[in-house]
């Protein structure tokens, strides 16, 4: 049979047939790699229901089949949220954006026989740790089973919550784990979860607290003091006194990584529990939770050590440029200028202050903001089909909204995901599980992303079965039906868009229709046929239609992208409409066909286009003798550059060359690896993936050793390509071979230039110039360039003597 994916909050999709036989390797599953058996069950369907409870380790529910133990349960869905949660408070990095379509892919659980001791290093209380795998290029969480003492610690989401915390640690701004790394580990897993004790429930005593005992926590630590048997806020003095060095990680006053942690820890803890909801803030929970939550995601991804320690005085501060409270206040400042304040300064003060990291400079001053709203938004959660739509009246002051989600008994009382920003007052949140309840708050933003206006109450709603439709996205095909006859849409040809409309909701639906057509990329793009355009008098469920739409565009200029906003209803969901991004890429270009053309970048980049990365023009001596050339930005690190060529036609005979120049990494010494490497390589369109080329004469590659896994896992895995240095032009030559052109002749495809860089010795980089390809036809602009299309000629006899229709009456 056909193999489906469910998405992450478990629908599969409309309208399957059952029975269902049940693997856990979709596309947002983990890998489980331990000693119970996989998941392997077939159900009836159409709900696909693995039960609750049934034991611990490796213990099913009752009445279903082995595998789907608590601890794979649990891991699936926490490591979910919390991979959610990362993608939207910082939707531009680059480790999560390599995972989009896999986002746990690379989170391996494994629940050990024996705790801890097959694992060196991890943490010793929750027998789970995080590590980055070099030979399968994985990063691991690891958990252990339940013993006679403790519980099963991949069954409870906040020791989850906490070892990925290491992984965004470990993959964000700053290219290694800050120190000391426990400390903003606990700190993802306690706001997560709006819980001080990080592990609740895994022991059936108390944590010790490192000599301070807890008082009401049977996790591994608790980042509330007053939880504590002093009572007291535990600083710098408490870790030269407390906190002897560890086995493995120590942090910046020597102590172990743990003990050093709790310190930070409970500086955020404080800055979201105590001092942001205390005058002169005075916030609502919810609102304080989302400003804490930003600042740790976007202020702690780039910090390097926490704070700065005189080792054994008790004295230290936050005054280290890579410290948690500068790095804090960079994020909460609201036009970069600390000397005038920030938004939130007094309360991260205090919050670091308390525990002896804070710094005295820049003075402390709650500055910015104004005109932030001061009301909070009142809001209407509405059930749909597989949705909720949350709908609110404009707030004075608002600049946008900021929609956040949470799911679970807790309702709002929790962290959430941040599922949207609009300038608007409705958002339709789509994929949801019917029967789940999800809560929603919504935040008025003022003049800045650090100004957070109160948050409106808790709204929650059910979604239910009821009428519903579905656009196949991938359905998506545009008809070029007039103009110049070649691939690419340009100005003025009339073009038509088709799509698959299905009713995967209850009942007929009638009178299914397309009620408007956009472009948020080209507006002067005008529909050909009237609006509202019938598609369907009536559709029965599971059946579907084909829709189409004729378009005329205006105003594209070359190698851009067109995007189109179809929307579409029926009597039974209006007013409701769904709507489909339909795009087409690399508008207003020709075909041309060249016996040679090269790329010389001499003012531009002449059509090539960033992928990823950070790529630049450059005037100045460049290969060849040429004025000039692009080179990727330098000193970047865990960084993947691609820059892609126009769109390329091969023949069997074609052949590439280009011009040098570069001071990359070298391999290192011990086994020589290059983990740096720039190459070149085809992204074939028609087919899979990306193919290295191989250089045949001029300025070679390094070639790695075969177990090489490229630049830390980020791009150019195994592959041979430039390291080391060679910072003078020279030019190296693709043979047709080493171009694949006889493999490849007649596809379309891109040349891409690809420059990987690891986490640590940063160096300026590469740069390339004179990119010559022969025997190949080229995308290139169309020559046209009509960007305003003609309209009708006006005509007026004035056979009536009517002039009204003329706007002025001259002697």
Same mark, same amino acid.
């Given at each position: 049979?056909?193999?489906?994916?469910?998405?992450?909050?478990?629908?599969?999709?409309?309208?399957?047939?059952? #029975?269902?036989?049940?693997?856990?390797?979709?596309?947002?599953?983990?890998?489980?790699?331990?000693?119970?058996?996989?998941?392997?069950?077939?159900?009836?369907?159409?709900?696909?229901?693995?039960?609750?409870?049934?034991?611990?380790?490796?213990?099913?529910?009752?009445?279903?089949?082995?595998?789907?133990?608590?601890?794979?349960?649990?891991?699936?869905?926490?490591?979910?949220?919390?991979?959610?949660?990362?993608?939207?408070?910082?939707?531009?990095?680059? !480790?999560?954006?390599?995972?989009?379509?896999?986002?746990?892919?690379?989170?391996?659980?494994?629940?050990?026989?024996?705790?801890?001791?097959?694992?060196?290093?991890?943490?010793?209380?929750?027998?789970?740790?995080?590590?980055?795998?070099?030979?399968?290029?994985?990063?691991?969480?690891?958990?252990?089973?339940?013993?006679?003492?403790?519980?099963?610690?991949?069954?409870?989401?906040?020791?989850?919550?906490?070892?990925?915390?290491?992984?965004?640690?470990?993959?964000?701004?700053?290219?290694?784990?800050?120190?000391?790394?426990?400390?903003?580990?606990?700190?993802?897993?306690?706001?997560?979860?709006?819980?001080?004790?990080?592990?609740?429930?895994?022991?059936?005593?108390?944590?010790?607290?490192?000599?301070?005992?807890?008082?009401?926590?049977?996790?591994?630590?608790?980042?509330?003091?007053?939880?504590?048997?002093?009572?007291? #806020?535990?600083?710098?003095?408490?870790?030269?006194?407390?906190?002897?060095?560890?086995?493995?990680?120590?942090?910046?006053?020597?102590?172990?990584?743990?003990?050093?942690?709790?310190?930070?820890?409970?500086?955020?803890?404080?800055?979201?529990?105590?001092?942001?909801?205390?005058?002169?803030?005075?916030?609502?929970?919810?609102?304080?939770?989302?400003?804490?939550?930003?600042?740790?995601?976007?202020?702690?991804?780039?910090?390097?050590? !926490?704070?700065?320690?005189?080792?054994?005085?008790? &004295?230290?501060?936050?005054?280290?440029?890579?410290?948690?409270?500068?790095?804090?206040?960079?994020?909460?400042?609201?036009?970069?200028?600390? &000397?005038?304040?920030?938004?939130?300064?007094?309360?991260?003060?205090?919050?670091?202050?308390?525990?002896?990291?804070?710094?005295?400079?820049?003075?402390?001053?709650?500055?910015?903001?104004?005109?932030?709203?001061?009301?909070?938004?009142?809001?209407?959660?509405?059930?749909?089909?597989?949705?909720?739509?949350?709908?609110?009246?404009?707030?004075?002051?608002?600049?946008?909204?900021?929609?956040?989600?949470?799911?679970?008994?807790?309702?709002?009382?929790?962290?959430?995901?941040?599922?949207?920003?609009?300038?608007?007052?409705?958002?339709?949140?789509?994929?949801?599980?019917?029967?789940?309840?999800?809560?929603?708050?919504?935040?008025?933003?003022?003049?800045?992303?650090?100004?957070?206006?109160?948050?409106?109450?808790?709204?929650?709603? &059910?979604?239910?079965?009821?009428?519903?439709?579905?656009?196949?996205?991938?359905?998506?095909?545009?008809?070029?039906?007039?103009?110049?006859?070649?691939?690419?849409?340009?100005?003025?040809?009339?073009?038509?868009?088709?799509?698959?409309?299905?009713?995967?909701?209850?009942?007929?639906?009638?009178?299914?229709?397309?009620?408007?057509?956009?472009?948020?990329?080209?507006?002067?793009?005008?529909?050909?046929?009237?609006?509202?355009?019938?598609?369907?008098?009536?559709?029965?469920?599971?059946?579907?239609?084909?829709?189409?739409?004729?378009?005329?565009?205006?105003?594209?200029?070359?190698?851009?992208?067109?995007?189109?906003?179809?929307?579409?209803?029926?009597?039974?969901?209006?007013?409701?409409?769904?709507?489909?991004?339909?795009?087409?890429?690399?508008?207003?270009?020709?075909?041309?066909?060249?016996?040679?053309?090269?790329?010389?970048?001499?003012?531009?980049?002449?059509? !090539?286009?960033?992928?990823?990365?950070?790529?630049?023009?450059?005037?100045?001596?460049?290969?060849?003798?040429?004025?000039?050339?692009?080179?990727?930005?330098?000193?970047?690190?865990?960084?993947?550059?691609?820059?892609?060529?126009?769109?390329?036609?091969?023949?069997?005979?074609?052949?590439?060359?280009?011009?040098?120049?570069?001071?990359?990494?070298?391999?290192?010494?011990?086994?020589?690896?290059?983990?740096?490497?720039?190459?070149?390589?085809?992204?074939?369109?028609?087919?899979?993936?990306?193919?290295?080329?191989?250089?045949?004469?001029?300025?070679?590659?390094?070639?790695?050793?075969?177990?090489?896994?490229?630049?830390?896992?980020?791009?150019?895995?195994?592959?041979?390509? !430039?390291?080391?240095?060679?910072?003078?032009?020279?030019?190296?030559?693709?043979?047709?071979?080493?171009?694949?052109?006889?493999?490849?002749?007649?596809?379309?495809?891109?040349?891409?230039?690809?420059?990987?860089?690891?986490?640590?010795?940063?160096?300026?980089?590469?740069?390339?110039?004179?990119?010559?390809?022969?025997?190949?036809?080229?995308?290139?602009?169309?020559?046209?360039?009509?960007?305003?299309?003609?309209?009708?000629?006006?005509?007026?006899?004035?056979?009536?003597?009517?002039?009204?229709?003329?706007?002025?009456?001259?002697?």
């Amino acid at each position: 049979g056909l193999l489906h994916s469910a998405n992450l909050h478990g629908n599969l999709p409309a309208c399957l047939d059952g #029975p269902f036989r049940v693997l856990g390797n979709g596309t947002y599953q983990f890998r489980a790699r331990d000693n119970c058996p996989m998941v392997d069950e077939t159900l009836a369907g159409p709900l696909i229901d693995l039960g609750s409870g049934g034991g611990t380790d490796c213990a099913t529910p009752p009445g279903h089949a082995t595998g789907t133990s608590a601890a794979r349960r649990t891991a699936a869905y926490e490591i979910a949220r919390l991979m959610e949660t990362w993608r939207a408070q910082i939707p531009e990095n680059a !480790w999560l954006r390599d995972r989009r379509e896999t986002v746990l892919a690379t989170l391996i659980t494994e629940f050990l026989t024996n705790s801890n001791s097959a694992f060196p290093g991890s943490d010793a209380p929750f027998g789970c740790g995080y590590f980055r795998n070099g030979v399968d290029s994985s990063n691991l969480v690891f958990c252990g089973s339940s013993t006679m003492d403790k519980a099963n610690s991949a069954e409870i989401a906040s020791v989850l919550a906490h070892e990925v915390g290491h992984v965004i640690d470990d993959n964000d701004f700053f290219p290694f784990y800050s120190s000391p790394s426990e400390g903003i580990a606990d700190a993802y897993s306690a706001l997560r979860h709006n819980e001080s004790c990080v592990g609740r429930g895994l022991y059936a005593v108390q944590c010790g607290g490192y000599g301070d005992a807890c008082t009401a926590c049977t996790g591994v630590r608790d980042l509330d003091w007053a939880d504590h048997t002093s009572g007291m #806020p535990h600083d710098i003095a408490f870790i030269d006194t407390a906190c002897s060095p560890g086995p493995f990680e120590n942090g910046p006053c020597g102590g172990d990584a743990h003990c050093e942690g709790m310190v930070v820890g409970e500086a955020i803890w404080d800055l979201y529990r105590r001092d942001l909801q205390s005058p002169p803030f005075d916030l609502f929970p919810a609102t304080a939770l989302e400003v804490a939550t930003r600042l740790m995601y976007r202020g702690g991804g780039a910090v390097g050590d !926490w704070f700065q320690c005189t080792d054994g005085a008790g &004295t230290g501060d936050g005054c280290n440029a890579d410290s948690g409270y500068l790095n804090f206040l960079a994020i909460d400042d609201d036009n970069g200028d600390l &000397t005038d304040g920030t938004p939130h300064m007094s309360a991260i003060f205090d919050a670091f202050d308390r525990h002896g990291i804070a710094c005295s400079l820049p003075t402390v001053q709650n500055a910015g903001c104004a005109g932030t709203p001061t009301t909070r938004p009142v809001v209407v959660a509405t059930p749909l089909h597989r949705a909720v739509r949350l709908s609110w009246s404009p707030i004075a002051g608002a600049s946008s909204y900021e929609v956040y989600r949470a799911e679970g008994v807790a309702q709002c009382a929790t962290g959430k995901i941040k599922i949207a920003e609009t300038a608007g007052t409705e958002v339709l949140d789509e994929g949801l599980l019917n029967g789940r309840e999800y809560s929603y708050v919504v935040i008025p933003k003022g003049p800045s992303s650090s100004c957070f206006g109160p948050n409106s109450a808790c709204a929650s709603a &059910t979604p239910q079965e009821g009428p519903h439709l579905e656009i196949a996205s991938d359905s998506t095909v545009f008809a070029i039906e007039t103009g110049d006859g070649d691939r690419f849409v340009d100005n003025c040809e009339t073009t038509e868009v088709a799509f698959d409309v299905l009713n995967s909701g209850q009942g007929t639906l009638t009178n299914v229709r397309i009620v408007g057509l956009s472009s948020p990329t080209h507006p002067q793009v005008e529909a050909l046929e009237s609006l509202p355009k019938v598609i369907a008098p009536s559709l029965l469920p599971c059946a579907s239609v084909a829709a189409s739409l004729s378009f005329r565009p205006q105003g594209m200029e070359y190698n851009e992208t067109l995007e189109l906003v179809f929307e579409v209803t029926a009597d039974e969901i209006f007013p409701e409409v769904l709507a489909l991004t339909a795009a087409t890429h690399e508008v207003e270009s020709d075909f041309e066909t060249k016996a040679s053309h090269t790329f010389s970048f001499e003012a531009d980049l002449e059509g !090539w286009t960033l992928r990823e990365g950070a790529f630049r023009h450059v005037t100045g001596a460049g290969g060849d003798g040429s004025g000039g050339f692009i080179e990727a930005v330098p000193f970047g690190r865990q960084r993947c550059d691609v820059l892609s060529s126009p769109l390329v036609q091969l023949s069997a005979t074609s052949t590439l060359s280009m011009w040098n120049s570069y001071d990359i990494t070298p391999p290192n010494d011990f086994d020589g690896f290059a983990f740096d490497t720039a190459n070149l390589q085809v992204n074939r369109l028609e087919g899979f993936g990306s193919r290295p080329l191989q250089v045949d004469s001029g300025r070679p590659y390094f070639e790695p050793n075969d177990l090489a896994p490229g630049t830390d896992w980020i791009c150019n895995h195994y592959t041979a390509g !430039w390291a080391g240095l060679a910072d003078t032009w020279a030019s190296s030559t693709f043979s047709a071979a080493g171009l694949h052109a006889p493999d490849l002749a007649g596809e379309s495809v891109r040349v891409q230039v690809v420059y990987g860089q690891n986490r640590k010795n940063q160096r300026p980089g590469f740069s390339f110039d004179e990119v010559t390809l022969t025997d190949v036809t080229l995308q290139l602009p169309d020559t046209q360039g009509n960007q305003l299309c003609p309209g009708p000629i006006f005509a007026d006899g004035f056979e009536s003597g009517d002039t009204s229709a003329w706007t002025q009456a001259l002697p």
